[in-house]
């Protein structure tokens, strides 16, 4: 049986907020330097390419899998044509976040390691639209829970990630907290399920 949650939404934009101090304290800026490479590239090109999922799944530490020679060789311009399609779902504004996620995560299924799992594609859609989008992962997961925001597994689950991020973005505001983006609060998230 589901106990009632202990902490009210106050407190949870206070842990938060702690999480992320303390993240930003101990974490180096140069961590997410190919991270930003990336979204400027994705900025100026409108997809990302082999180099740059590369260059993430190096960011996000990923376990080496079958898919990565199963996308070296696909197409470039194949590999392009879909991500261009998840850039504009992510950057949807005529869409609820949630259901932009949702939208560019589906699009990405037929890439090579992007048809199982929410971390790596997550990463691609962060790059789409850093402001608006945040990086799935277990220890965000996790953080969560901590933060009596508990995440399903099964279909949907980045959507559902998105709507409980956004949940506490929402939370933040009404507190007046300064944390603004999907990314800062997906950062606290994972320093707090560490």
Do not use: F
């Not at 504009?88 to 259901?99: F, G, I, M, N, S």
């Not at 409980?164 to 997906?186: F, N, S």
């Amino acid at each position: 049986m589901n106990q009632p949650c202990p902490i009210t939404p106050a407190q949870r934009c206070g842990t938060i907020v702690r999480a992320l101090a303390q993240y930003r304290a101990t974490v180096s800026e140069c961590y997410d330097e190919p991270l930003y490479e990336v979204i400027e590239r994705v900025q100026e090109s409108g997809s990302l390419g082999k180099v740059d999922i590369g260059a993430l799944y190096l960011w996000k530490r990923i376990p080496r899998g079958k898919w990565g020679l199963k996308l070296l060789t696909m197409p470039e311009a194949q590999v392009r044509d879909i991500t261009a399609a998840a850039v504009q779902r992510a950057r949807h504004e005529d869409l609820p976040t949630p259901e932009a996620a949702a939208a560019a995560r589906t699009v990405l299924s037929p890439l090579p390691g992007m048809r199982t799992g929410d971390a790596l594609p997550s990463a691609l859609i962060v790059a789409a639209a850093p402001d608006r989008m945040a990086v799935y992962n277990r220890r965000a997961r996790k953080g969560l829970a901590e933060v009596c925001l508990p995440l399903s597994d099964g279909s949907g689950r980045y959507q559902r990630y998105i709507e409980l991020v956004e949940q506490c973005r929402i939370e933040l505001a009404e507190q007046g907290a300064e944390i603004q983006t999907a990314r800062e609060i997906d950062l606290a998230l994972y320093w707090r399920g560490g």
